[in-house]
């Protein structure tokens, strides 16, 4: 693998030491990196070990220089939204090809170097000479982010190689791919090894860094991935028997900087506003008319997922009318997507004529709203929001989705302790689920999965690979905002003619242009050049 080429021994040091406030304590992070380092002097303190350990955190996946367009442009990859310059041909613009770098090439060498340095770490610690229940936490933290990055691999590239152990050159250019199974065992083993030496809670200063339930909460998506569904069943029960973790009666302010502190967060990224800043949330997700880049549209597809708010959907809830389509809707809708002629934004009203449609490339008439804050005065490209990577509740809806999986039985209480904790928070407030039929209740958490977790992070995408049915989802034509009552003599864009989305605009037709394996990622082209003994997934 390309990542251990060109990498001299006598520099691993200052490699895994460079110290970003990302995920680690601050008093720890305030110190000035070293640069004058050796291997014989290093791992001498416990000071080193910590710095060590901040240099694993600094560039992983839940690390400060964590993935920045990626999100967007991945969510291409859903049925939810499309990155603004998708291309039929491609699941989007060239960022899907094994050549390609910016997604493709950076998720699999961040997950690489920080396994790496997680190996290096894990070979070196034992040098360290200080007290024992601290070594043993700061172990399991680098065995959590190693799994992590392994939890990462697996969902987009499937089986990976296996690297447990610093390589050679030699070594690294010579590795096989192991299963998708021996991948999932070996992060499953050391989620489970570092949960037993992480805090379930730990004090403010040392906020980001790994907690005992984001161990449990990623060993359980693994779980699910594989419909390992009784494991997945304990796991989850773990989580909530910990009593830490809560439903915060908010829903929006989660996503912002005033709500980063909710008990609802089990995995975060931390950020700083102009120190160590989000560059992503006030700037790229901002619809065009507020300032910002515009770079994701979400499909009518989406919109039309969200239930009305007497829980029934669209095409049978009596409170819906098509000449008003967002009244009476999941408060979750207003909160997650800019609505055309119905969402007031800084004292302007986005409407079609400021939406981009028609004007600006992928535009579909929506923008998101999600991790827009309406109140921010600093600068959009370093805002102090947090990235969540895991809320509880995606501990209870998971939990509930295993129980009904592993064909046990679904009761009234164990919607309510779980489902209806979701949508009963106080800013959300929908009707509580009661139906207990399996076929039925399994397309209800599908939808609360779907709209409760719009556009967070790899989720959707997740959850219709695990469930099989990505191709089928994606295999279709998608829409964007309703342009017109008379399709037949509308000029000004593309719209369907006939149909359940008559006069909506036709935003992109994948149908026939992808191709069944496209629901992996591609293995890199400059890691198959490098490595000869890699092989490439179907259909690239």
């Known amino acids: 693998m390309k990542i251990f080429n060109r990498i001299r021994i006598v520099s691993l040091c200052i490699l895994i030491s460079i110290v970003s406030l990302s995920g680690c304590q601050k008093d720890l992070?305030?110190?000035?990196p070293l640069t004058d380092l050796s291997e014989g002097s290093f791992w001498s303190s416990e000071g080193?070990?910590?710095?060590?350990?901040?240099?694993?955190?600094?560039?992983?996946?839940?690390?400060?220089?964590?993935?920045?367009?990626?999100?967007?442009?991945?969510?291409?990859?859903?049925?939810?939204?499309?990155?603004?310059?998708?291309?039929?041909?491609?699941?989007?613009?060239?960022?899907?090809?094994?050549?390609?770098?910016?997604?493709?090439?950076?998720?699999?060498?961040?997950?690489?170097?920080?396994?790496?340095?997680?190996?290096?770490?894990?070979?070196?610690?034992?040098?360290?000479?200080?007290?024992?229940?601290?070594?043993?936490?700061?172990?399991?933290?680098?065995?959590?982010?190693?799994?992590?990055?392994?939890?990462?691999?697996?969902?987009?590239?499937?089986?990976?190689?296996?690297?447990?152990?610093?390589?050679?050159?030699?070594?690294?250019?010579?590795?096989?791919?192991?299963?998708?199974?021996?991948?999932?065992?070996?992060a499953k083993a050391e989620l489970v090894a570092a949960a037993k030496d992480l805090p379930a809670v730990r004090p403010a200063s040392e906020k980001g860094r790994i907690l005992k339930a984001g161990a449990l909460a990623v060993k359980g998506r693994l779980e699910l991935m594989g419909k390992n569904w009784a494991d997945a069943v304990k796991t989850y029960k773990e989580i909530m028997d910990l009593n830490v973790h809560s439903i915060d009666p908010k829903y929006k302010a989660i996503f912002e900087e005033s709500g980063e502190n909710s008990k609802e967060n089990i995995l975060i990224t931390n950020h700083l506003a102009g120190l160590y800043g989000n560059s992503k949330n006030q700037l790229n997700y901002h619809p065009d008319a507020y300032g910002g880049y515009q770079e994701d549209g979400a499909y009518e597809e989406l919109v039309n997922s969200f239930l009305m708010n007497d829980g029934m959907p669209i095409e049978t809830s009596p409170l819906y009318n098509p000449a008003n389509p967002f009244d009476n809707r999941d408060p979750r809708l207003y909160a997650s997507i800019f609505l055309p002629g119905y969402t007031v934004f800084r004292g302007v009203k986005f409407t079609l004529a400021n939406s981009g449609i028609g004007k600006l490339v992928g535009a579909t008439g929506y923008g998101w709203k999600k991790y827009v804050t309406e109140s921010y005065a600093g600068a959009f490209n370093s805002s102090g929001d947090d990235v969540?990577?895991?809320?509880?509740?995606?501990?209870?809806?998971?939990?509930?989705?295993?129980?009904?999986?592993?064909?046990?039985?679904?009761?009234?209480?164990?919607?309510?302790?779980?489902?209806?904790?979701?949508?009963?928070?106080?800013?959300?407030?929908?009707?509580?689920?009661?139906?207990?039929?399996?076929?039925?209740?399994?397309?209800?958490?599908r939808r609360e999965r779907r709209v409760e977790f719009c556009l967070e992070r790899d989720i959707r995408y997740m959850d219709i690979r695990?469930?099989?049915?990505?191709?089928?989802?994606?295999?279709?034509?998608?829409?964007?905002?309703?342009?017109?009552?008379?399709?037949?003599?509308?000029?000004?864009?593309?719209?369907?003619?006939?149909?359940?989305?008559?006069?909506?605009?036709?935003?992109?037709?994948?149908?026939?242009?992808?191709?069944?394996?496209?629901?992996?990622?591609?293995?890199?082209?400059?890691?198959?050049?490098?490595?000869?003994?890699?092989?490439?997934?179907?259909?690239?």
């Open 29 to 32: 992070l305030n110190q000035q």
């Open 48 to 186: 080193d070990a910590m710095l060590a350990l901040t240099g694993i955190y600094n560039g992983s996946s839940v690390g400060n220089l964590a993935p920045g367009n990626e999100v967007l442009i991945l969510a291409s990859m859903t049925d939810d939204s499309d990155y603004k310059n998708s291309k039929v041909g491609l699941v989007y613009s060239g960022y899907v090809v094994s050549s390609e770098t910016q997604v493709v090439g950076s998720v699999w060498q961040r997950a690489y170097k920080t396994i790496f340095k997680v190996n290096y770490f894990l070979a070196n610690i034992d040098k360290v000479t200080m007290d024992a229940t601290k070594k043993a936490q700061i172990i399991a933290e680098a065995k959590f982010l190693r799994a992590f990055e392994y939890q990462q691999l697996a969902m987009f590239y499937g089986g990976v190689p296996l690297v447990k152990k610093v390589l050679t050159v030699d070594e690294s250019n010579s590795q096989v791919r192991a299963t998708l199974a021996e991948v999932s065992d070996f």
């Open 388 to 445: 969540i990577h895991v809320r509880y509740a995606e501990v209870l809806l998971s939990y509930l989705e295993a129980k009904l999986e592993n064909n046990e039985a679904i009761t009234q209480t164990l919607l309510d302790e779980t489902i209806n904790k979701v949508r009963g928070r106080a800013e959300v407030n929908m009707p509580k689920v009661t139906e207990t039929s399996p076929a039925l209740l399994r397309e209800i958490i």
């Open 466 to 540: 695990r469930w099989g049915i990505w191709f089928d989802v994606m295999n279709q034509q998608f829409h964007g905002m309703k342009l017109t009552n008379d399709p037949a003599s509308y000029t000004a864009s593309k719209v369907e003619l006939t149909g359940k989305y008559k006069g909506h605009l036709m935003s992109i037709n994948k149908t026939g242009s992808l191709k069944p394996g496209w629901a992996l990622l591609p293995i890199p082209l400059t890691e198959m050049q490098l490595n000869p003994k890699l092989t490439q997934n179907p259909d690239y």
